[in-house]
């Protein structure tokens, strides 16, 4: 080989192995969790608490995670738990979102709830934040003068078992948190709302019969690549990002799915949201919290947030970004708000055709001073998130192939049916919304924690401030 192509040769290898370490470096700096250090969380320059094995807090899976949030709950005595079954899986163990309200006794200071895992996989996240404060009674649980406390353990349990996003309709939960009549919504939804039929060739490649493709470790390293990369060079990675995530409703096995009817989590809320009103709409202040993770800088949280006020009066609570920024959630990367446009931050750029937030929909329903909280926080680059989801959902569905043609969603086949005869588990959605690694876990807790105690603060101290 000339010297000169041999100098080039060996600059392209550095530059390769440089590019994987720092990779490697940044996004996987700690697999071994028993080796993370102690969690430290300071605030009102008095109170510190301080978690030493964070691998006590964190699961890799669904049952670990339930077992911890109802060993921790059941250390109190003034709370009341009980579970939504939403599934069963195949050893005929349930799934289901867990509950615990600690009923407040100062009405006025209303209710804080706290939701993990709508998006499954995601869900590692949120588990840790709801045991991290269990653990140190960081909250006034049982003291006087509390508001009421609910935690929400696990929106979408098969999600979070199976380690994907969607639910065990292959829906996304977000997305299915529509108002109002679900059919109209979907029959005058464009089929083609922020390009997606046009890109479904790339988002979700099927074979010319219509079938899944299996990713192999080629389409899964280089082909995955050759299909995208054009794309993204020609349309950029906003146009390919918001045909992802604005959700389609006409393609049951394609990613971003909305569903054609509200599915069972959400069902489950909205009885819960009915039946107890005293806890959710006659509550004079209402904060809610639903956590996630995928967008955004690597563990720093991004917070986008619908405020409600009561009819014909000023809401308790700040009603502009830079307000709540500045004034309590100082501790965040970035603040946006669903009702002002034109302020969007990195992690919800593309999302302006988008329709269907869990957060919103509950807002919807609210006549009081509310913030419905989506809290954020940013793992692998967008790009890997999106190759993450791609390829989850081709071996998903390759993997419970059916002999009817899948790709039209006109068929009437039941999606996701025989779910509970297959164990299937994602490889690839794991540490794309969970990273294994130190700085991650500990600030995923940290501001976790801290989103908490800052509502709390805002909540209990509004009644006696300018807001009212
Ligand atoms: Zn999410």
Partial sequence: MPSFTRLIVVQV???????????FTKYFDNTVCSQDPPITLKYDEQQVYSWDDTCQLYSLDYKEARGKFRAATQLYENVETFSFPVAIDSSNEPLTIDVAIFPGNTPEYGTIVHSSGLHGVEGY???AIQLALLQKDVL???ENNRPTIIFLHALNPVGMQEHRRSNENNVDLNRNSI???MEDFVNRRDPNNANYDSFRRFLSPTDPDGFFIDPTPWYRTVGIWINLLPQLYKYGFVALKRAMVSGQ???PRGIFYGGKELQPSLQHIQIFWNQRSDLFR???SLVWIDVHTGLGP?????????ATSPNGAISRFPQTAAELQNQHFFTSHSVTTSVTQGETSEAFVGYDLTKGMMTSFLAEAYNGSGLFITQEFGTLPAILVGRGLILDNMLYQENIRSKTKPSDGSTTQSVGSGRQDHSYRSPFLLNVFFPQSTTWRASVVRLGVALVVQCLQMSTKANTSSYL
């Fill in 13 to 23: 290898a550095v530059i390769f192995t440089a590019v994987l370490y720092n990779f």
């Fill in 125 to 127: 996240a949120g588990s």
């Fill in 140 to 142: 006034p649980l049982s």
């Fill in 179 to 181: 108002h109002g009549n």
């Fill in 249 to 251: 409703y006409h393609h």
């Fill in 282 to 284: 006659d509550a004079p």
């Fill in 298 to 306: 690597f563990g720093k949280d991004s917070i986008h947030y619908h």
